[in-house]
């Protein structure tokens, strides 16, 4: 399901759904329920407050239906024949915020250090791809993935990269259907 309420940026909400679709494919979660709502700063900021205690906004927040979890658990660790379990849960995306890190940042190399999405959005100007790459990012927090030891982000970061690759491969698909004639 995505909810589109911000109106900053037109977003190609079939395409977010397909590349969303095309990355729970690689993490075997294909039948899994999704959530993802694209709002407003304001909107951010309110649930970034209420849920991690940070009164500003952010790119994008998750909130993992299984967190009780390892991470790298799911999907085998659910019961597939329960509708309920196969909802992995929601993430929330600042589209206004990733506007301004893409006019702030975008096109320039990456020369931080980061890796995995941190990296990989650094030097794209285009809002939409920002936006795919970052449902990256968070479904790995969905998948209780998290950045909080050198251990966990090394962790995290290698199946960012994998997903980052799929999102990669997924967007070349795309071209070529266009170049095609196809959708």
């Not at 900053?8 to 979660?29: F, H, K, N, W, Y």
């Not at 990456?110 to 479904?139: C, F, I, K, T």
């Amino acid at each position: 399901l995505i909810r589109n309420t911000q109106r900053t940026v037109p977003i190609d909400v079939d395409a977010l759904e397909s590349a969303t679709r095309a990355l729970l494919g690689r993490l075997r979660c294909g039948d899994f329920d999704v959530g993802i709502w694209l709002t407003s700063d304001a909107t951010i900021r309110k649930l970034n407050t209420q849920f991690r205690g940070k009164r500003k906004s952010t790119d994008i927040l998750s909130f993992p239906f299984h967190d009780e979890h390892e991470a790298g658990a799911l999907p085998d660790c659910v019961d597939r024949s329960e509708e309920d379990e196969l909802n992995l849960g929601d993430m929330v995306v600042s589209v206004p915020y990733v506007l301004r890190r893409a006019l702030r940042d975008g096109g320039r190399p990456d020369d931080s250090g980061h890796r995995g999405v941190a990296a990989a959005m650094a030097p794209v100007e285009d809002v939409e791809e920002r936006v795919q790459m970052l449902l990256v990012h968070g479904l790995c927090h969905l998948l209780n993935y998290d950045h909080e030891t050198e251990e966990d982000f090394e962790s995290m970061v290698a199946l960012e990269e994998d997903l980052l690759e799929t999102l990669r491969e997924w967007r070349a698909a795309r071209r070529r259907r266009a170049a095609a004639g196809g959708s």
